[in-house]
Each structure stands twice: as structure tokens, then as C-alpha cells.
């Protein structure tokens, strides 16, 4: 019998897991990017613009964009990569992964696409000067190999960055808890058409490590030097780490 993981607040088989996942991100691709600027007023942009800024990429750079999604950190790696640099966008959900290309292409960049599981990742070790996961780790069953495989493909020097929701600053908690209990599932339903999705999202981030342990988490999958940075009171929470 399969193992027993979270989806949101249920408790699911393990491998029931990745396709109630790959339910959801099918289910908002089209309006994503709309409810990612509507969700944090456009914070987002600013959270990955310090995760870039944190990464050390830079011209000639080969770059790892892990759970891209609809691709922003993975233009911003592009840009600042250069045509010397290398940047592999990966997803384990074709509908999203298309998405990100095409708003890729649509700015005249032209990242190579992998469509695999982060918790398997195709690529030989020590491949990557920086590795990166953005609001995409706490959707994976097993976040340990994640990590681990990401600090794989890292060469030694390497950064591997986590960029996700975390747990905020204690008297912001009851707000925040109205607010995405309340407010998201009201958006999802009005914005993607699908409140349940968005109610997941609200249980996902109460159902992933706080910093401390993801610091630890880190640590154990191989990477030295992890530090975490707090945004927004600590409603999200940039990790870095490195290979050694």
C-alpha cells in the first residue's frame, strides 16, 4: 500500500499526490500570472527580483529554473545570463511548462525546456552555477529529494535557492489567516474559475516547512552556508545554500 502524504489538509496515497497537483496547475495556467499579481498586489515581482539578485548569476552563467512555472525568474536568469549562459526551465506539468515557453518566446528568449519531476531531475552532476525553485517545492511529495537532487546538479560553488512561502511574523497571523482563507478562494473563483484550487494553495503553505526547518532540510540534502531571508514579515522566505 502507498504511503500516506498531504494534499492541502487531506491525507492522500503518495502517488495520488503529483496528478491532484497536476489537477490544479492545469485547472489556473490560463489566468496564473493575473492571480500571482492579484494575490500579493504585485509583490511577487519584487520577492523574485531579490531572488535574482541573491543568485550570483551573471553573464555565462548555466542556470537550473526548477518548478518554472510561467516562467518569470527564468526570463529574468535569461537576461542576465546572456547569450553565453544556459538556462533549462523544468516543470512537471506540460501545461504550465507551455506556458512559461511561450511568454518566453514572446520576449525573444529562448530557454532550453525539460518536462520532468524535480525529485528526478535529468541532468548529469555538477552541471549548474545556480539551481532555483520558486513557490514550487512545498507542491512536491517528497521535498528531502528535491533537494537532494538539486544540490546534485550544483557544482561545487554553486548556489541552490529556495524561494517560498513561509510562516509570518507571529502578530500578522490572524490577517493573513482571514485573508487566505477568506479573500484567495473568493479571488480563484471570480478570477480562475476554480475555488477549490486556491483554497489548496491557502493549506499548501500552512502544510510546508517553517524557515528553520527548510534551513535544516537544506542542510541535510548536502548544501553549506544555508541562510534564509524574510520578506514581506515572513510571509515568504528566500533560502540560499551552497555546494561545497
Known amino acids: ?55 550570483g548569476v551573471r553573464e555565462g552563467s548555466r542556470v537550473l529554473d526548477v518548478a518554472s512555472g510561467s516562467g518569470d525568474l527564468a526570463a529574468a536568469f535569461a537576461r542576465r545570463a546572456g547569450p ?74 554553486g548556489r541552490v535557492l529556495v524561494l517560498e512561502f513561509s510562516r509570518p511574523w507571529k502578530p500578522l497571523a490572524r490577517a493573513y489567516d482571514a485573508y487566505s482563507f477568506s479573500v484567495l478562494p473568493r479571488l480563484g473563483r471570480l478570477v480562475a474559475h476554480d475555488e477549490s484550487a486556491y483554497r489548496y494553495l491557502a493549506e499548501s503553505i500552512r502544510m510546508h516547512p517553517d524557515q528553520e526547518t527548510l534551513k535544516a532540510m537544506m542542510q541535510e540534502a548536502g548544501l553549506e552556508r544555508v541562510e534564509y531571508f524574510n520578506l514581506a514579515a515572513g510571509i515568504v522566505a528566500l533560502h540560499r545554500g551552497f555546494k561545497l
Open 84 to 157: 553565453s549562459g544556459e538556462v533549462w526551465m523544468t516543470d512537471i506539468n506540460a501545461a504550465m511548462l507551455a506556458i512559461g515557453r511561450d511568454k518566453l518566446i514572446d520576449h525573444g528568449l529562448f530557454p532550453a525546456l525539460a518536462l520532468c519531476d524535480a525529485e528526478k531531475l535529468p541532468f548529469p552532476d555538477a552541471a549548474f552555477d545556480c539551481v532555483c525553485v520558486a513557490f514550487g517545492l512545498r507542491n512536491m511529495t517528497h521535498k528531502d529529494r528535491a533537494l537532494a537532487e538539486m544540490a546534485r546538479v550544483a557544482r561545487p560553488g
Open 1 to 55: 500500500m502507498s504511503d500516506k502524504t498531504h494534499f492541502g489538509y487531506q491525507q492522500v496515497n503518495e502517488d495520488e499526490k503529483p496528478r491532484r497537483v497536476g489537477e490544479v496547475f492545469r485547472s489556473v495556467a490560463s489566468s496564473y500570472d493575473l492571480m500571482n499579481d492579484l494575490m500579493s498586489l504585485g509583490l511577487h515581482r519584487a520577492w523574485k527580483r531579490f531572488a535574482l539578485e541573491m543568485s
